[in-house]
């Protein structure tokens, strides 16, 4: 189903959430080739845009492939954050601008960044209102439920977002102490859903076509946010727009379809990044593909030793030519 977020329409309620090191441009087109109605990029550096660090502003590429698109952007102050986004309005193909205020990481939130914004409604809605007065973007605002146990203002930060002038709030069911730990609280999220006026999406433990489904009708989510049931594992984000369209299951994808969509990754990774780089980095989200799969631990651990496509495109070929022999047999 069609909705908007501001100006922007996005043809299904199935998003994809940023994840650091993980959604870059190679992550994202698989992702919109499996379905996804909306993609965010990793979180960028609000100062590393100010001062032009080459690594941070090729962060901020986008394919055309990859409309609509959402660039979320992360940093302590108000003073950094406006020149920083207002740079994204003017300067890239974002459709959609995303403030970070749900990382749990340390190093980030020490610095008064990610969730460390969630402590105080005032300043996220000083934030919101003096960003939406610099650009003409629509801009969302991803948050977690509170701090800890003892700081949940859930329902007081997201009210804060939307006066400041929020076109919609994501929101992980989590506390910034529980990181990616426990369940998420989806009556919490579904308390937050009926105080808004502007789209919401909940985020936390949506793996399943059914969750997809839950989250929508009982949490009261416009649209789901999917984020680590996404990594290697594109098909749940078809499965769960097909499902959310016709209540149908489409099938588990097969080993081999796997293997043939990691090494499509990969092909994407390199050319964006270079092999040296790559590589590297396409090690961890393969554990993801194989994983499930029957005897891919040691095409596992010969990937991580391997330094070229090459190299790995022909241990997967030789991994998926030894499961076509075994299911012959």
Request: contains cysteine; charged residues 20%; negative net charge.
């Amino acid at each position: 189903m069609e909705w908007k977020i501001g100006n922007v329409t996005i043809p299904n309620q199935i998003v994809v959430a940023p994840m650091a090191g993980i959604s870059n441009y190679s992550f994202r087109m698989t992702a919109k080739e499996f379905g996804a109605g909306l993609v965010v990029c990793e979180m960028v550096n609000d100062r590393g845009i100010l001062y032009k660090n080459q690594k941070t502003l090729s962060m901020l590429y986008v394919n055309k492939e990859e409309h609509p698109i959402s660039i979320q952007v992360f940093g302590s102050s108000k003073q950094t954050l406006v020149p920083a986004i207002q740079y994204v309005a003017e300067n890239t193909a974002a459709d959609i601008i995303d403030i970070n205020m749900g990382c749990p990481v340390k190093k980030v939130v020490k610095t008064g960044a990610g969730s460390h914004w969630l402590l105080d409604p005032d300043s996220i809605y000083d934030l919101v209102k003096s960003v939406k007065a610099v650009i003409d973007k629509p801009l969302t605002i991803k948050m977690r439920t509170g701090w800890d146990q003892d700081h949940i203002l859930a329902v007081e930060n997201a009210l804060a977002a939307q006066e400041g002038g929020a076109d919609a709030i994501a929101m992980h069911g989590r506390t910034r102490a529980q990181m990616y730990s426990g369940q998420a609280d989806w009556e919490l999220l579904h308390e937050v859903a009926q105080h808004l006026s502007i789209p919401f999406m909940g985020n936390g433990d949506v793996r399943t076509p059914q969750d997809a489904k839950t989250m929508i009708e009982d949490v009261g989510a416009d649209a789901v946010m999917v984020a680590r049931g996404a990594i290697g594992n594109p098909w749940a984000l078809k499965a769960m727009a097909h499902y959310l369209d016709t209540g149908e299951l489409l099938p588990e994808p097969t080993p081999i379809q796997k293997i043939q969509t990691a090494k499509e990754q990969l092909e994407r990774l390199v050319m964006l990044k270079g092999e040296r780089i790559g590589v590297p980095e396409f090690r961890q989200q393969l554990s993801y593909y194989l994983k499930g799969i029957p005897r891919s631990a040691r095409t596992k651990a010969a990937v991580n030793e391997a330094e070229t496509q090459q190299e790995v495109n022909q241990l997967l070929d030789d991994f998926a030519t030894k499961l076509s022999t075994i299911s012959t047999k």
